[in-house]
């Protein structure tokens, strides 16, 4: 029986084993849809599959108390709160696909996500099903002065920032993870909120 985050992986697994069979045929390559552009796209997506899987699995196996805790190693911050951050950034992102603006010094800092592990992960969920669009061309918003106030507009696209989110939820995660080892036993992957060149970087290591 699989638990909810394997349903999701299950997939993810099969159609990666079925790209290397047409790899090694060259003859199928032919009727086999993906464009190189696609398949960088479905790189992308599959990498944030991966990464979200991780994040659900470990926060299935969390309390609602553990996931509120606060945690001394994270200056008192709870792994409710690194969660929130990583869902409202992607929120902003999908918020502004339709107004061709994204600005994510305006999310909504919900305290019901880092305060309602279930409503958490049903926001997950939600997310990871919506990351399928086409890309476009973007502005990002920012104000990097906090004295002045202004707002810089810079050009963008859709597929830089779900890159850019998911290199952030790496980030989060790894603090995520210094949280879940402070409040409980959980037994996390190897690589729980490692970025991939760093994961590369250690198999080079190891094959020397």
């Not at 196996?61 to 553990?66: D, H, K, R, T, V």
Request: glycine residues 4%; proline residues 1%; hydrophobic residues 35%.
């Amino acid at each position: 029986m699989f638990c909810h985050a394997e349903e999701q992986l299950v997939p993810i697994l099969w159609e990666s084993i079925y790209l290397r069979f047409l790899l090694r045929r060259n003859d199928n390559l032919k009727h086999y849809r993906y464009t190189r552009k696609q398949w960088k796209l479905y790189m992308l997506q599959n990498a944030i599959n991966n990464v979200f899987v991780q994040l659900t699995a470990s926060l299935d196996q969390l309390s609602q108390e553990q996931y509120v805790q606060e945690c001394r190693t994270l200056s008192n911050g709870t792994i409710g709160k690194h969660l929130r951050h990583i869902i409202e950034l992607f929120q902003s992102l999908e918020n502004g696909y339709a107004s061709g603006i994204v600005n994510y010094d305006k999310r909504k800092r919900d305290t019901q996500i880092e305060n309602d592990k279930k409503f958490a992960l049903s926001l997950l969920d939600k997310i990871r099903n919506g990351l399928n669009k086409e890309d476009k061309e973007l502005v990002l918003e920012s104000c990097y002065d906090e004295d002045s106030g202004e707002i810089m507009s810079i050009r963008t696209n859709y597929n830089r920032e779900v890159a850019y989110n998911l290199e952030h939820t790496i980030h989060h995660m790894a603090l995520i993870r210094v949280g879940i080892h402070e409040v409980s036993s959980i037994r996390l992957p190897e690589n729980y909120g490692v970025a991939s060149s760093t994961v590369r970087h250690r198999k080079t290591i190891c094959a020397q």
